[in-house]
């Protein structure tokens, strides 16, 4: 069983929207895939499934909320992945969930003012051995200006870590999948599905290797 998860110390990043393309990766290239959402206030992910299995779209996708990782740990069983998506703001939880993972995945915007936090918390969490080496860095909502991208992975590369190897675009589009209960690459439109496919790819190759 391989347990990924989405932290961050900025809200509206992209966790839960990315917590739930890399869960619709997972199920359709056949693994068993549960969201263990920690963000009791939102109940983002498994608002998200319920109405995902409302408008009855396939494959179902568990989410399921958690408080702590006790609780997680004793129902995990039986799962090849667990996507773990948390609140928008570092707490002792992030440090505990991110030593149980296999990957840490930090979105963040291309702004400074994203990038400074989330480099802070990449710094403050791979202080833990053990942790270090799952960080990556992924590029969400990302505009169309080319220069404040490459200033964005330049900065991150700088810091010395690792970046998904595909950004997660801003497209109105893929808000109004989310609001359906879809995500990423079930998307109708052939370009957001290309866009999406390219990320989901990226993020289920970390998440199962
Ligand atoms: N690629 C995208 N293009 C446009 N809108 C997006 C995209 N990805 C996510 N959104 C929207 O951005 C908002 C924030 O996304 P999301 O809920 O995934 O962030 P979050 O980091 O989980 O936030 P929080 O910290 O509040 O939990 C949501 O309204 C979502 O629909
Ligand atoms: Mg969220």
New binding site residues.
């Given amino acids: 069983m391989r347990i990924a998860s989405?932290v961050?110390q900025?809200?509206?990043?992209?966790?839960?929207?990315?917590?739930r393309v890399l869960a619709v990766a997972a199920a359709r290239a056949q693994h068993k895939v549960l969201i263990g959402d920690f963000?009791l206030e939102?109940l983002?992910c498994v608002e998200w499934g319920a109405l995902r299995m409302r408008n009855g779209i396939e494959p179902e996708i568990e989410a399921r909320a958690f408080k702590s990782l006790k609780k997680l740990r004793k129902t995990v069983e039986g799962y090849d992945l667990v996507v773990v998506?948390t609140?928008?703001?570092a707490d002792e939880l992030t440090d505990d969930v991110s030593r149980e993972s296999d990957v840490v995945f930090l979105?963040t915007g291309t702004s400074m003012d994203d990038l400074r936090p989330t480099l802070a918390l990449a710094r403050k969490l791979a202080k833990t051995r053990s942790v270090s080496n799952k960080i990556v860095i992924v590029l969400?909502?990302t505009g169309r200006s080319e220069r404040l991208l490459e200033q964005a992975e330049a900065t991150i590369a700088e810091a010395g870590f690792d970046m998904l190897n595909a950004v997660?675009?801003?497209?109105?589009g893929?808000?109004a999948d989310?609001?359906v209960g879809r995500a990423g690459s079930e998307s109708s439109n052939p370009h957001l599905k290309q866009a999406a496919q390219d990320v989901e790819q990226a993020l289920l190759t970390l998440a199962m290797a």
Avoid at 10 to 19: F, H, I, M
């Fill in positions: 989405f961050g900025k809200g509206g990043v992209g966790k839960s929207t990315l917590a963000d939102q983002t998506d609140r928008g703001l979105p969400s909502k997660w675009p801003e497209r109105d893929f808000q989310l609001d």
